[in-house]
């Protein structure tokens, strides 16, 4: 079955440390790929997007991904994280020639002061 | 500036106890999408009306429904709400025909639903 895939169910790191969670699709084609981030008590934001270009992506807060076409891998990082990145994170796709959204399981992140 | 709203916040229902949650944007998008998003896990698409056009996922059961009755507003009504329906139901709306296919769902702050 097509689907997308996160690899961390919960990342645990101090401030400062760098993030990277890890994004994989199994759909072929053409596909639009989203990060969102959800903090705690709060509704999905969008954190950055990619439709075609340039493979890395900057997104808010300093966050940036990067699509590998070859590996179907969309990778969210962040060099320096800080306390206030502790949400969950939810890698996204949309398939060639659709609309609707299909969401990896989420990445919960505990940045520890 | 709120764009997508959700009313309420927080519902408490009763098991078997029909209940309505809403969802308003000011967007003006024609495409409104309904989610399912239970603790630790993946929003879960339930249906989304394109238009007028109601579009049902093969796996939403029959108790979940929906109304569309305007552009800006959409309905899920739980017909006989189960312990198992307890999560947090989001809305989101987009456009794809405007944003030809470079499109972002924009998502509202959902609403808890406890059932009793």
């Known amino acids: 079955a097509q689907s997308v895939s996160q690899h961390n169910h919960h990342v645990i790191l101090s401030e400062a440390a760098s993030l990277e969670l890890g994004c994989n699709y199994s759909?072929?084609?053409?596909?639009?790929l989203f990060w969102y981030v959800q903090y705690p008590g709060q509704h999905l934001q969008l954190l950055l997007k990619?439709?075609?270009?340039?493979?890395l992506v900057k997104g808010i807060k300093g966050f940036e991904a990067e699509f590998i076409k070859s590996k179907f891998s969309f990778n969210l990082r962040k060099p320096s994280v800080q306390w206030s990145d502790t949400a969950e994170y939810f890698c996204?796709?949309?398939?060639?020639?659709?609309?609707?959204?299909?969401f990896g399981a989420g990445t919960t992140v505990t940045v520890r002061a | 500036d709120a764009m997508v709203i959700q009313n309420p916040r927080y519902q408490v229902t009763q098991f078997g106890k029909p209940v309505t949650l809403s969802c308003s944007q000011t967007?003006?998008?024609?495409?409104m999408y309904w989610y399912q998003q239970k603790s630790s896990q993946a929003p879960k698409l339930l249906f989304h009306?394109?238009?007028?056009?109601?579009?049902n996922e093969a796996d939403t059961p029959d108790n979940f429904q929906s109304r569309r009755p305007n552009t800006s507003f959409c309905f899920l009504d739980i017909r006989s709400p189960g312990l198992g329906d307890a999560a947090m139901y989001l809305c989101?709306?987009?456009?794809?025909?405007?944003?030809?296919?470079?499109?972002?769902?924009?998502f509202g702050p959902g609403t808890r639903l406890l059932v009793l």
């Open positions: 989101a709306t987009s456009s794809p025909e405007a944003s030809g296919r470079r499109e972002t769902q924009y």
């Open positions: 759909y072929g084609g053409t596909v639009n």
């Open positions: 990619y439709f075609s270009g340039d493979p």
């Open positions: 996204a796709v949309m398939p060639p020639n659709d609309y609707k959204l299909s």
């Open positions: 967007l003006n998008h024609n495409v």
């Open positions: 009306y394109y238009d007028k056009d109601f579009n």
